[in-house]
């Protein structure tokens, strides 16, 4: 069935670093949606990108959706400690457009 | 409701006992989504409603798994016979959905379940 892979699964950063995460697909996605799972939470969708190339921003993150719509990444300008959790992607599921299929998602740590 | 309500937060039960968990969508939502989540892993799918389709069971490990959703509204995924390795925490979303096209899950808070 159709994956997304993510990278990398760990990242720990000194606060005020950047950090980005990546998402794969072997086959063109109709669209791909992000999450963030804070430590003991739950997952809260935080945008969804459908354009090839798009380019979203909010606040200190930059959601970049890529030209052949097979990948994307999530980029977090001078990491904050409230930045914590796990973020992940989710693409379309290959038989079932209605249903999400989720990366293994990237965990962030970041030192104060 | 303004999000999704899912209850019990926490269960605690014996192995070879049945549960039942229950997921209150946000209204007007038309899919409903379970998954469940072990400690400190990904979100592995178990079922999905959408509308009056038959659901997709795909996910559900066993046939120890099921669930239902009555009236287009009310979800509740039952286990039965559990065993420990059943212990994780489910969480229920909901979307809405066009066109086969989903507009982002909004989860609730889980259930955490502990078989002992």
């Known amino acids: 069935g159709q994956q997304v892979m993510q990278i990398p699964q760990y990242q720990h950063v000194q606060e005020g670093e950047d950090f980005t995460t990546y998402c794969n697909s072997s086959?063109?996605?109709?669209?791909i949606q992000w999450y963030k799972q804070r430590p003991g939470g739950h997952p809260v969708f935080l945008i969804q990108?459908?354009?090839?190339?798009e380019v979203k921003k909010q606040k200190r993150l930059t959601f970049q959706f890529g030209e052949a719509k097979k990948n994307s990444s999530l980029h977090i300008t001078a990491t904050q400690t409230t930045d914590v959790g796990t973020y992940f992607c989710a693409g379309p599921g290959n038989t079932n457009a209605g249903k999400s299929t989720f990366g293994d998602g990237t965990t962030l740590t970041v030192k104060p | 409701g303004a999000g999704v309500s899912q209850s019990p937060s926490n269960k605690v039960t014996e192995k070879g006992k049945d549960v039942e968990l229950r997921c209150d969508p946000i209204s007007g939502h038309t899919a409903l989504y379970w998954y469940r989540q072990s400690l400190g892993q990904g979100l592995e799918f178990l079922i999905y409603?959408?509308?009056?389709?038959?659901?997709?069971k795909s996910g559900l490990p066993s046939d120890r798994f099921s669930a239902e959703r009555t009236g287009g509204s009310v979800s509740t995924l039952t286990i039965q016979r559990t065993q420990q390795e059943d212990s994780a925490v489910y969480l229920c979303?909901?979307?809405?959905?066009?066109?086969?096209?989903?507009?982002?899950?909004?989860f609730g808070s889980g259930t955490r379940l502990t078989v002992v």
């Open positions: 409603f959408q509308g009056n389709s038959a659901p997709d």
């Open positions: 990108l459908v354009k090839s190339g």
């Open positions: 979303a909901s979307s809405l959905s066009l066109d086969r096209v989903n507009y982002g899950y909004t």
């Open positions: 086959t063109t996605l109709s669209n």
